[in-house]
Each structure stands twice: as C-alpha cells, then as structure tokens.
C-alpha cells in the first residue's frame, strides 16, 4: 500500500485527530499534508526531519545536526 495515500485517507476521510509514529521516505510528505489540515503528527520515528517553526510536528528523536555537533567534539 502506498504509505501517504493511506496517510491521506486517514487524515482526509476518516478525520483522525493525530498521526502517530510514521516513518520512511513519505514522512516528509505526510507532514506536510497534515500541517495543511492541522492534524498533528506525533513522533516520527526518524531524526531527519525538524520540528523547527512546525507548529503540528512534534519528534522524539534529536536531529542529525544537533546530535553530530554533540558526538564530534569529542
């Protein structure tokens, strides 16, 4: 199944509250689509994207910037 047409349908058709744990190459995509319908996507289970001025994205992971800063100076 394709993972953001699914996204998609929960957010658009089945009015979910939140989105909770999605991960993979579409996350990105879905965050996006969610932020559009103010649904808020709870910890997505990768560093790559930033909660940074997102008002509906909220991680649990560091991102990779921050945690490289941290690892290297040492």
Known sequence: ADVLA???????DDGVFAVVNFSGPAIG????????????VLFPHTALISSAGERYLFTSFPPFEGESAVMFRY
Do not use: S
Not at 6 to 12: E, G, K, Q
């Open 6 to 12: 699914v996204a998609r349908r929960m957010i658009d």
């Open 29 to 40: 995509d879905i965050v996006a689509h969610a932020r559009t319908r103010r649904v808020p």
